[in-house]
């Protein structure tokens, strides 16, 4: 029998016999040739992104290898589910720099959980070694399918939609800084750690939402990514923000609501939409907010009200960059 090299073992031990075991008629040929071959269902758009993960920049080295798996995955799903697509195929570029079959085994453990949570099948990728003093690389690139012309955007804001946005925010950030200070706050180790792209309620949304966006660096810089797309601005209500208990038992009101409003890593839906909460009938969103007419904003694209001058006072001079935490 013929011997496999060492990238072919891993490729087949690690990921081609978990891919194997998602049954998904689209996958015509997936790994082991040139290309996958696909079938797309009829009368969908195809909806792509690609999202890389580095060690130490995007999470830590040391972080459990089931979880580095698991939210290399969700982080690039959690795109998908911002436009309120179905995902369907996943592809897996991997650099190591080193060989270690127990890292694998959980890596490749943690990314198979979160693909069946997903329903998103492996269809590919290419695995390289690269030197121990390089970092660890992940890139994933997932697509998804939406029906023709229905996928959720960031450029249809409408003046007068409220601004909503999905659980609580703030968790995922507080989570990263427990976990480098070493402290065991359960719930916000595991926000940061295992994300869940929101794609349930990102269908819900078709048809119901003008405009949406996960929140992977920050409340306030994934909103403007909206104002700026759908030349609108935006009134924020920062009594509104929604917070969970476990980070305010973590850390003061204030700095909980900077970790909420520029943290990053929450992957939350920020969405916008014409209808009222009891209209949309949706479990675990918050209103925060209005969408304005940006003629009648000034210099910032994002007003707040309702909290103390002071604090209003350094976010509208400063930038909310002042309130970035640097990542790992
Ligand atoms: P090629 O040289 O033709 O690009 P490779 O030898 O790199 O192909 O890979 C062989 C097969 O294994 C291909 O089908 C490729 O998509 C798949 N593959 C490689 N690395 C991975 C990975 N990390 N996860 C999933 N599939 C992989
Ligand atoms: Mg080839």
Partial sequence: MLKRSPEFQIIHEFFEIQAATFN???????????????????????????????????????????????????????DLAAMGATPTWFTLAISLNHHDRDWLKNFSKGLFTAAANADITLIGGDTTKVPVSAPLSITVQVHGEVCSGTALLRSQAQVGDTIYVSNTLGDAAAGLACYKNKLSHEPLLTAYLRPEPQIVLGQKLMGKAHSCVDISDGLLADLGHILERSHVSAEI??????????????????????????????????????????TLSLDNITAIGTIVDSSTAEHTAIHFINAADDFIETLTTAGFDHFHEPSV
């Fill in 24 to 78: 998904n008629d689209s996958v015509i040929v997936g790994i082991g040739d040139d290309c996958a071959v696909l079938c797309p269902t009829p009368q969908t758009q195809q909806v792509i992104s690609v999202d890389t993960s580095i060690a130490d920049r995007h999470f830590p080295a040391d972080a459990p290898a089931f979880d580095i798996g698991y939210r290399a995955l969700n982080v690039a799903v959690s």
């Fill in 237 to 278: 209500d920062l009594s509104k923000i929604p917070l969970s208990k476990a980070l305010l038992s973590y850390t003061d009101k204030t700095r909980a609501l900077k970790l909420a409003l520029s943290g990053g890593d929450d992957y939350q839906l920020l969405f916008t939409s014409a209808l009222d909460n009891a």
